[in-house]
């Protein structure tokens, strides 16, 4: 079944700075990627996704970028802000089911 | 519209009894997948149903059972509770199942 694994676990960025996660996948047959944000003592809430046929996909401050042979797929925040310090989760999806990277907590330093 | 239904959102039960847990998806949502959240073990994902049929199932023993209804709202059931047990446990659903999910709030399931 599909693996996947996200790095790193903990960020730290000072306020305005940008912010990388990466993951990588393994089933080659995952077709969809979503990136999930959860703030702590709520629920995981999609910010951003990518399909397979698809390279790189912006909105606003976030981005997320694929690459389909080297199975790897990372979400990108520039200009942070303190509200943007939660967990997040990368997801390989392959017919309905979604597999989660184990998270990064991102803390955003004012 | 109405968001993604859990209930109930926090149980204590102990060791050896049983529990049901129920989602209530977004009107129109037909897959509900359901998902294990621990600190040490992120999200697991249990299994997904989609038009009554469980479609995906994770690597979870047979007392992890569930079903979903001809109104797509999902019950999720557990037996012969482990203190191991206890997690937060997610409801996600989505329209086809290859998109992204909507989260529940989650129940809060601790066994003692």
């Known amino acids: 079944g599909e693996n996947v694994e996200q790095h790193p676990s903990t960020l730290s960025v000072q306020e305005g700075d940008s912010a990388v996660i990466k993951c990588t996948y393994s089933d080659s047959a995952s077709n969809y990627f979503p990136w999930y944000k959860q703030e702590l003592g709520k629920r995981p809430q999609l910010i951003i996704d990518i399909r397979s046929n698809v390279g790189e996909k912006k909105d606003q401050r976030i981005a997320v970028t694929l690459n389909k042979t080297a199975k790897h797929f990372s979400l990108h925040i520039t200009e942070t802000q303190p509200e943007d310090s939660a967990v997040y989760f990368c997801a390989g999806t392959n017919a309905g089911k979604s597999t989660f990277g184990d998270g990064t907590t991102l803390t955003v330093k004012p | 519209k109405a968001g993604v239904t859990q209930t109930p959102r926090y149980l204590i039960k102990t060791r050896g009894q049983q529990v049901t847990l129920s989602c209530s998806p977004i009107s129109g949502h037909r897959s509900v997948s359901w998902y294990q959240q621990t600190p040490g073990q992120g999200l697991q994902f249990l299994f997904e149903?989609?038009?009554?049929?469980?479609?995906n199932k994770g690597n979870f023993p047979g007392r992890f059972s569930g079903r979903q209804f001809s109104n797509s709202r999902s019950e999720m059931n557990v037996s012969t509770l482990e203190l191991g047990d206890s997690a937060l446990y997610l409801c996600a659903s989505s329209l086809v199942g290859v998109q992204g999910y909507t989260f529940g709030s989650g129940t809060r399931l601790t066994v003692v």
């Open positions: 149903y989609f038009s009554e049929t469980q479609r």
